[in-house]
């Protein structure tokens, strides 16, 4: 007989890391791959960022553009997967460039995932706020589909999301088990309505040729607004590094973390290429579904409600609310709990308050950080003309992207730079991290780049004279958030944040000896 029950091998591993067990180790590893796949939700970013891809570059960058940003994403997150399974955290990104680089590192990761966690998060439910809106009026609640309304929506959406994650993490679980089933079936619903029910099909020629150029410039043309285009999928890929913010609550996490991330971008990238081709093909007319006033800036929308009858159409956009719902619930989830993880070791100011747990082992006030601060990024969509409101949304997804993928990459590159401080965990690429990681990089720098470029339909860069409507909001927010986040660093934080703190003292192995017998 032993006095101490023996900690778990997660357990373990997580007071090699430096803590001590505190949230709830619940979850399975289908749990942690349905929370990523959940927050990826193709029946989210995929629809509600369609008209993005649609104007820049047309159906081509449906056809070729998804295929091409899930390959590349593909790489990213082998890269990332490895450093999932040799450090599995809840602080993540974070944590990994910390260990690799030093708290300088650790610090500017942290700041560009939490940035873009809650950009993420705002965007996701952003847009379910437009297809639940449209829902509720095809139902009969008339509350109209204006700025206001979305607006309301939307906080209505927050709300309900920062309550049920508050619960508990069990109830969190089975909502995400939920949900990834939900994703399924309603992939394979849309692609049967459609394929079989939509009034008219597009040919393949059309599918895989037709070209829409807003560029208006004389060097690239379709190819350059084809590269913009990519934001639409790109965007949709976010968000998988919640499996391994749900590190600290999985079973088996060093492996299950690893294939969480792979399994979410494999299956997405299927489904998601099925449901963006399946709305492709039965695109009514091309130039109305880009006319924004007949698709409402939302050409998805146009295409169901102008494709299907009225109870096709209205079933499939209530499948498409629902998972959004669904994906800004777990959204939130993965954001409270990186969050959790950063303000456990100082990095947050009023950090006891969001590394605060309650009696459930819930975040909570961490929980409502990230809700209120969402809220707070979409304010401007209330505040610029309606005509507007697709270009705060747009921004929202730039910002989301970037942030989230320049926090991929940071941990990436130091394990290139750095890769004598790296153990390898049960889950490793072996020889073929250098060449992935190297691809991945490569990738990242390229959307980064296009991602902050201005994009217009009267031409880039503004061929007709400036305009507002041209202006990509995503660089100006980030140079602004970089900027605080830097002077902050070099005027006091360097001073005070020395990277992840431990919180258990005694070596784990004399804590679990046996102490008689």
Same mark, same amino acid.
């Given at each position: 007989? *032993? ?25 399975? %590893? ?35 553009? $998804? ?5 590349? #994403? ?9 450093? =999932? ?19 300088? $590192? ?25 297809? *639940? ?12 589909? &204006? ?12 709300? !309900? ?51 829409? &150029? ?26 998988? &590094? ?27 990238? +299927? =489904? ?17 579904? !880009? ?22 159409? %209205? ?6 609310? +629902? ?50 601060? =969402? ?69 990242? #720098? ?32 980030? #140079? ?17 944040? *020395? ?19």
């Amino acid at each position: 007989m *032993t006095a101490t029950q023996p900690r778990s091998d997660d357990e373990r591993r997580l007071a090699e890391l430096g803590y001590k067990q505190e949230l709830a180790r619940s979850w399975s %590893g289908f749990s942690n791959f349905a929370i990523s796949f959940t927050i990826v939700s193709i029946l989210t970013g995929g629809l509600a960022s369609y008209g993005i891809g649609l104007s820049n570059g047309g159906p081509i960058t449906m056809a070729w553009g $998804w295929p091409l940003v899930s390959v590349m #994403v593909l790489f990213v997150g082998l890269a990332m997967a490895e450093l =999932a399974s040799a450090y599995p955290t809840s602080g993540g990104l974070y944590w990994w460039a910390s260990e690799l680089g030093g708290p300088v $590192w650790g610090w500017f990761t942290g700041w560009f995932n939490l940035i873009g966690q809650i950009a993420v998060t705002a965007a996701i439910d952003y847009g379910a706020a437009i297809f *639940t809106t449209v829902v509720l009026n095809v139902i009969g609640l008339d509350i109209g589909t &204006d700025r206001n309304a979305i607006f309301l929506v939307f906080t209505g959406i927050l709300v !309900l999301h920062a309550v049920l994650n508050i619960i508990g993490p069990h109830l969190s679980a089975v909502i995400n088990n939920v949900s990834a089933w939900w994703h399924v079936g309603g992939v394979a619903i849309f692609v049967a309505v459609l394929g079989f029910g939509a009034r008219h099909h597009q040919s393949i020629g059309f599918v895989f040729t037709k070209t829409v &150029d807003n560029s208006a410039i004389g060097f690239g043309g379709v190819a350059f607004s084809f590269l913009l285009g990519l934001l639409h999928a790109q965007y949709t890929f976010t968000g998988y &590094d919640a499996s391994a913010h749900m590190s600290e609550e999985t079973h088996d996490a060093s492996r299950m973390a690893a294939k969480g991330i792979i399994n979410t971008i494999v299956v997405s990238a +299927v =489904a998601g290429y099925l449901l963006i081709m399946a709305v492709t093909f039965a695109i009514p007319n091309l130039d109305e579904a !880009l006319d924004p006033t007949k698709n409402s800036g939302y050409p998805v929308i146009y295409i169901l409600q102008n494709s299907l009858n009225s109870f096709w159409s %209205g079933l499939l956009l209530v499948i498409a609310a +629902v998972a959004q719902l669904f994906c800004g619930y777990a959204s939130i989830t993965a954001a409270s709990r990186m969050l959790f993880a950063f303000a456990r070791d100082g990095a947050v100011p009023g950090s006891k308050l969001w590394a605060q747990l309650s009696a459930r082992k819930v975040p909570v006030n961490a929980v409502f950080f990230v809700s209120v601060f =969402a809220f707070i990024l979409l304010i401007p969509s209330m505040l610029v003309p309606a005509a507007n409101a697709p270009t705060a949304y747009a921004a929202a997804t730039s910002v989301a992207t970037i942030g989230l993928y320049i926090a991929y990459g940071i941990p990436v590159l130091l394990r290139l730079l750095r890769g004598n401080r790296f153990q390898a965990g049960p889950w490793q690429l072996g020889g073929w991290h250098r060449p992935i990681g190297v691809i991945a990089l490569i990738w990242i #720098v390229v959307i980064s780049v296009l991602f902050i470029l201005p994009t217009d339909d009267h031409g880039y860069p503004w061929v007709d004279g400036f305009t507002w409507n041209a202006v990509n909001y995503a660089p100006l927010t980030l #140079v602004g958030v970089v900027g605080a986040i830097a002077i902050w660093w070099f005027v006091s934080a360097r001073r005070w944040f *020395t990277g992840p703190k431990r919180t258990v003292e005694e070596p784990p192995e004399a804590e679990d000896a046996p102490v008689g017998a």
